[in-house]
């Protein structure tokens, strides 16, 4: 079983706008980085924003400016708003989480199903 269930994508049009979901599945220790991720046709998984357990936040040039990642340790709940769609942000969204001293391409849990973003007009 998945340890994160993500949700919230869709189609949006360029210049739209979408807010993603991940919930977690079973307890995730609070001091674990969350990050959001994204593997578009051909192309590996990349990180596209995190944020750690105290707010501070990453992200990836590409994204900067329009996505916001945000978390809600209680309800163990992370989110991604992603604004000003372009359609190189087409690619399916994952999260997960990684230990703070490590690369985020370690990941600790199991891949989820992902939820697919696509921008087209």
């Known amino acids: 079983q998945a340890h994160f269930e993500e949700s919230g994508g869709g189609l949006a049009q360029p210049g739209g706008s979408l807010t993603l979901s991940c919930a977690s599945a079973?307890?995730?220790?609070?001091?674990?980085?969350m990050g959001w991720y994204r593997q578009a046709p051909g192309k590996e998984r990349e990180l596209v924003a995190s944020v750690t357990s105290s707010g501070s936040t990453f992200y990836a040039d590409s994204v900067n400016g329009r996505f916001t990642i945000s978390r809600d340790i209680r309800e163990s709940m992370t989110y991604l708003h992603l604004e000003d769609l372009k359609s190189e942000d087409t690619a399916v969204y994952y999260c997960?989480?990684?230990?703070?001293?490590?690369?985020?391409?370690?990941?600790?849990?199991?891949w989820g199903r992902g939820t697919e973003v696509t921008v087209s007009s």
């Open positions: 079973a307890f995730t220790p609070p001091g674990y980085v």
């Open positions: 997960n989480g990684f230990l703070p001293a490590s690369s985020p391409s370690r990941v600790q849990f199991s």
